[in-house]
């Protein structure tokens, strides 16, 4: 079923690949590489080509990926010419960071969620008070010291910020013949789902072998909500813990809807000489065991006493995962559960920064009973 066209890294950079879908589609997988310092490897940006009527593209790789993109894609015997549109999965540097490139050098249209339409933009003067103006509203509630922006992701996103997007809409959009967006909001507030003549599904970060994505926080809603086009009214249906269990759960009615669905992640497709197969059920729920466990496990670290979300990732996570801006991360996700375990009344804010165990646990029932909207 996998056509290796060029063999290249074992966690699978620079290794393009052809699929045959059943009908006879073609779908060229174009892994380009990720380079984040640190000991952890998160592996390529899994990008995807659909040779359907209308050729498109999903993703671009990370910020100065799109020139070797193109040249990935002159391997499998397509020019940058046959692409029609290019479809972004989600606004994240390692999906969309070569887009503006791509669109410079193709002049292909640009479809995305109509919530990326909006955080892509600068608003210098709606930035809330302790936002960095001179970023984008995406960038509002990034944890990254200045320095570090400022030399990484200034001019990616000036040049974002000038693009033309094709607005794709919440739940379930037709965007060509055969195929299909889901709107999968929780890692990112503006997460699609491609699908492809029921046959195929791209699931970006949301669905990933191997990692377990980081969801969002219902916190940035309020830095953001101003912005926003006004039916978002509600942080819980796009940001946070619960809009990702809930947008598992549509995948996971999209899996049972399609049998058989090949199911291709934006990382991991192949790492360590391996292919990883997804299998769409069995994946969903295992992340959502993941989530439970992680929330029962910040519940048994806080019958200690209150504690800063800094010293429950202390606990809970392995020292390696700590290390640099590790530390960051780990907080943002220990910060994401709280929300949840709040909202199921099983902690409650102690203090300005701390967290304390009210000594229920209904976090799991509250987690199970999240159905898709
Ligand atoms: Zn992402
Ligand atoms: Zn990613």
């Excluded at 933009?121 to 509630?141: E, Q």
């Excluded at 029921?198 to 980081?214: K, N, R, S």
């Excluded at 090949?262 to 299998?279: A, C, D, I, K, T």
């Excluded at 969903?284 to 019958?303: G, K």
Aim: charged fraction near 20%; include cysteine; hydrophobic fraction near 40%.
């Amino acid at each position: 079923m996998v056509e290796v066209i060029q063999e290249g890294e074992e966690n699978g950079n620079n290794m393009p690949i052809r699929l045959r879908l059943p009908s006879g589609v073609e779908i060229i997988g174009l892994p380009t590489e990720n380079f984040y310092g640190g000991e952890w490897d998160l592996g390529p940006t899994w990008n995807y080509l659909i040779l359907a009527d209308q050729p498109f593209l999903v993703d671009t790789g990370k910020f100065g990926m799109g020139r070797k993109l193109l040249t990935m894609m002159e391997s499998a015997g397509v020019s940058g010419d046959a692409i029609e549109f290019i479809v972004v999965s989600h606004g994240h540097e390692d999906h969309d960071g070569g887009l503006f490139e791509m669109v410079e050098s193709i002049r292909a249209k640009v479809k995305a969620h109509r919530i990326y339409d909006r955080l892509i933009r600068f608003y210098p003067s709606k930035a809330p008070a302790d936002v960095n103006k001179d970023f984008p509203a995406s960038c509002w509630h990034c944890f990254m010291p200045e320095s570090f922006s400022n030399q990484h992701c200034l001019v990616y996103h000036q040049e974002r910020s000038r693009l033309k997007i094709e607005q794709i809409g919440d739940g379930h959009c037709t965007i060509g013949k055969a195929i299909h967006t889901y709107h999968v909001p929780g890692h990112s507030p503006d997460a699609l789902a491609i699908l492809v003549g029921g046959e195929a599904l791209i699931v970006g970060d949301t669905v990933l072998p191997q990692i377990t994505p980081f969801p969002s926080r219902e916190a940035f809603f309020g830095q953001v909500r101003e912005i926003l086009q006004a039916q978002y009214t509600h942080a819980q249906s796009i940001y946070g813990l619960r809009a990702y269990i809930r947008s598992l759960r549509k995948l996971e009615q999209i899996g049972r809807r399609f049998t058989d669905l090949l199911v291709l992640p934006g990382h991991r497709l192949f790492y360590s000489n391996q292919w990883n197969e997804l299998n769409l059920q069995l994946r969903i729920n295992q992340l959502i065991e993941h989530h439970i466990d992680r929330c029962a496990d910040i519940l048994r670290i806080l019958q200690q006493g209150p504690k800063t979300a800094r010293e429950i990732a202390v606990g809970h996570f392995a020292e390696p995962l700590l290390k640099g801006f590790g530390i960051m991360m780990a907080e943002n996700e220990i910060l994401s559960h709280c929300e949840l375990l709040r909202t199921s009344n099983d902690v409650f804010l102690a203090g300005d920064t701390g967290f304390a165990a009210t000594g229920s646990s209904n976090f799991e029932s509250l987690i199970r009973s999240l159905e898709a909207e």
